[in-house]
């Protein structure tokens, strides 16, 4: 009887092997076609130009197109949930906002993800800097004189960030609580967005990502502070908000995932194309064009910042829970 079985489970044990095998050639080989690459806010604003820059340069690393879809919503979470839906082969990669950390505890009843379990974090690869800006003909020359103006008119100041709950967002909403003073946000679905909607006075300030550069420079805007620990190069005439004295610093690394259970001679091959992609030279032209900081971790260092992240970003929406409400 027991040969009866023996037949059987001979060929059971070849199939597993040609599987095996037939899985290990097809990571040897990767990529043997396009990738895509999502990014999780609309079209023009800061991480739509950097993707697509590091697109240009992974396309060149891989051999390979690199395919950019642009999938806003839901603080990035509406990214996630189309890459997390994708076959964990490399070839559906996004870029992970702050926003994914945090979604969990804003979503009623939960996100229909696992932010540690069902992303592979890849790489980390730059760090924003989010700047407060008005229109250059605004009454207001610095932060202090715009709190000034918002104590006095409580809820009557409004400002336009790149969506709910980002960390643009909630930039606003801890200067808010230091300062004691209450603004209105109004959100958008990109910096994009929100910053043509402060040239065309629809908002009175902007809390937004490096993209408001161009505009500081052609003197349209004027940026009024700085959101980070140190002044970033490109603002270096402009003071932080923790110089100030409000003492309020928000950092935002930007990174890039894949589904949950990339094998990892993948995970490999893909840390190592962007480590390389991070030192071409248009890339980086591109990112100092915007004002970025480009800032590579490695797969090892990015995953452990991401489970830290999701700790600590429970923590910042506890914490401000009456405030971000409004």
Do not use: C
Not at 112 to 129: F, G, H, M
Not at 252 to 258: E, K, M, Q
């Amino acid at each position: 009887m027991l040969r009866s079985f023996i037949g059987p489970l001979r060929g059971l044990l070849a199939a597993a092997g040609l599987l095996t095998a037939l899985g290990a050639q097809a990571q040897a080989a990767y990529p043997n076609r396009p990738v895509t690459l999502i990014v999780p806010f609309g079209a023009g604003g800061t991480t739509d130009q950097l993707a697509r820059g590091l697109g240009d340069a992974l396309s060149r690393q891989l051999g390979q197109t690199i395919v950019v879809e642009n999938k806003p919503g839901a603080n990035g979470t509406m990214g996630v949930m189309q890459m997390r839906r994708a076959e964990p082969d490399g070839y559906t990669l996004s870029i992970i906002p702050m926003g994914v950390f945090r979604q969990p505890y804003l979503q009623p009843g939960g996100v229909a993800y696992d932010p540690i379990k069902d992303v592979t974090y890849v790489s980390q690869i730059a760090e924003y800097a989010y700047a407060l800006a008005v229109r250059a003909d605004s009454k207001w020359q610095n932060i202090d004189d715009l709190l000034a103006d918002a104590r006095r008119r409580p809820s009557a100041i409004n400002y336009g960030s790149s969506g709910l709950f980002t960390s643009n967002h909630l930039a606003v909403v801890e200067l808010e609580r230091a300062a004691n003073v209450d603004m209105t946000h109004v959100p958008f679905k990109g910096d994009a967005e929100a910053l043509s909607a402060l040239l065309g006075g629809h908002v009175d300030m902007v809390s937004s990502t490096n993209t408001v550069l161009p505009f500081m420079k052609s003197g349209q805007m004027r940026v009024l502070a700085t959101v980070g620990a140190e002044r970033p190069a490109d603002f270096a005439d402009v003071p932080t908000l923790k110089e100030a004295g409000h003492g309020v610093v928000m950092a935002s690394p930007i990174g890039v995932g894949a589904p949950g259970g990339l094998p990892a001679p993948i995970v490999a091959k893909l840390d190592q194309a962007i480590a390389n992609a991070l030192r071409d030279p248009a890339f980086q032209e591109i990112a100092a064009r915007m004002g970025l900081t480009l800032a590579y971790a490695d797969h090892n260092a990015y995953t452990a910042f991401a489970h830290n992240a999701v700790a600590s970003e429970k923590t910042i929406i506890e914490r401000l829970s009456a405030e971000i409400s409004k």
